[in-house]
Structures are given as structure tokens and as C-alpha cells.
């Protein structure tokens, strides 16, 4: 496509279950990052992808939070026994080297119930 | 990592040039400075970047003094449409993890 696709758009869920969002980032942009935003608040970084290997992943708040991106091109983030604390606005956003602009998703709602 | 420093809040009225100031006193050598736009229930958008003195697009222009320690986001004539929050990210050119603060929520009144 020709922006940068999350799917789900919208996801609920129960306290204690296992959640998936993915992110297709534009054909060709090596640099992939995951961000998480809460409401009235600004993007916060989660982890960043250098092709297929996360060159950066010292926003993920803890062992709960994973992202794979096998490929190179799409990524999965991927959240264990979900906490309340973790709905939020999940937004992905890729970008080619050099001084390449990011690229935004809409971004993927997450309700924890 | 550079930290920016921006106004919580503007207002502004139709027509009106809209000057937005971010603080970015330990930015590096190489370092770029970018602005995004956000609306509600939207990704950020890139705006505009620059390095240094003065960029401009379409869109807006962007003031960078010689000590690169601030820049000035400028928004001519702006419409109800620029309601939005406003991000100044400072950064390297390959890749980090580009912090954003809480940015500037302009608001354009009628």
C-alpha cells in the first residue's frame, strides 16, 4: 500500500490476555519504530528496527512487551497478560535511512477491560 | 539525546501567522530538527526539517539561529484546519529513537 498499515484498528480485550498489533511499514523504508500514546499525552517510544534486528528497544516498559520484524518489512508487537495500564494508542511509523521523514500509521486502539 | 522544550498551548485567530518556539539547548553536531503535526485519532505528520538558518515549504517555514539551541516553527494565515498538536524532534540522521515531548496543542479560533 502506500502508507504505513496497522492492523487492528481497534482492539479490546480482557485483563490477562495476549495481544498481537501489526504494523506493515512502505515498501522499501528499512527503519521501522513502534510508539505508544495515551490520551493528551505525546508519542512514547517503544523500540526501533534496523531492518530485521531491533537496533533500539529501550522503550519497552518491560518483559510483558515484545516486537518481531523476521523479515524486514513487517512487525508484530506483541503484549503479554495485558494490564489496564497498557490500553493506550499503539502507532507505527517507518522511514527510508538517511534523513527520511517518519511515516505514520493511524495507529491500533487498545482497550484493556 | 537532545530534550525539547515547546509551549503547552496556543491560541491563535484565522489569518493570523502563528510562530511556535522549541528549546533545544544541548543538540548535537548532527543532529536535525523536524516538526510533525498531529490531529485527533491520526498519526503525527511530518511538516518540515531543517538543519540550519532557514527552511521553507508549502506549508511552513522553519528559523534555526546560528546557535542551533532553538527553532521557530512558522504557520502563515492559518485556518480552523491547523487545530492540531504540534511536535519538535530533534535528532540524527540515522536513526534513533526520536523522542517526542508533549508537544503544542494550537488552537485556531474563528
Known amino acids: 500500500g502506500a502508507g504505513v498499515s496497522q492492523t487492528p484498528s481497534n482492539k479490546v480485550t480482557e485483563k490477562g490476555k495476549y495481544v498481537e498489533l501489526r504494523c506493515d511499514p512502505i515498501?522499501?523504508?528499512?527503519?521501522l519504530y513502534w510508539y505508544r500514546q495515551s490520551l493528551g499525552q505525546g508519542p512514547e517510544f517503544l523500540i526501533y528496527f534496523q531492518g530485521t534486528g531491533a537496533a533500539d528497544d529501550s522503550g519497552l516498559p518491560n518483559d510483558r512487551f515484545f516486537a518481531v520484524r523476521p523479515e524486514g518489512s513487517v512487525s508484530t508487537l506483541k503484549i503479554q497478560r495485558t494490564e489496564r495500564g497498557d490500553s493506550a494508542v499503539y502507532l507505527c511509523a517507518s522511514r527510508t535511512g538517511g534523513t527520511g521523514e517518519l511515516f505514520f500509521g493511524e495507529g491500533s486502539r487498545l482497550t484493556v477491560l | 539525546l537532545a530534550k525539547t522544550t515547546q509551549p503547552i498551548s496556543m491560541d491563535s485567530y484565522e489569518g493570523q501567522e502563528v510562530n511556535i518556539t522549541c528549546s533545544h539547548n544541548n543538540i548535537a553536531t548532527n543532529d536535525y530538527i523536524t516538526w510533525y503535526q498531529q490531529f485527533p485519532s491520526q498519526g503525527p505528520r511530518f511538516i518540515i526539517q531543517g538543519y540550519k538558518t532557514k527552511v521553507t515549504n508549502e506549508v511552513a517555514s522553519l528559523f534555526i539561529p546560528a546557535d542551533r539551541k532553538s527553532s521557530t516553527l512558522s504557520l502563515p494565515r492559518v485556518s480552523l484546519s491547523d487545530t492540531a498538536v504540534y511536535y519538535c524532534l530533534v535528532g540524527d540522521s540515522y536513526g534513533q529513537n526520536f523522542v517526542f515531548g508533549p508537544g503544542t496543542r494550537l488552537s485556531v479560533l474563528p
Open positions: 515498501s522499501g523504508h528499512t527503519a
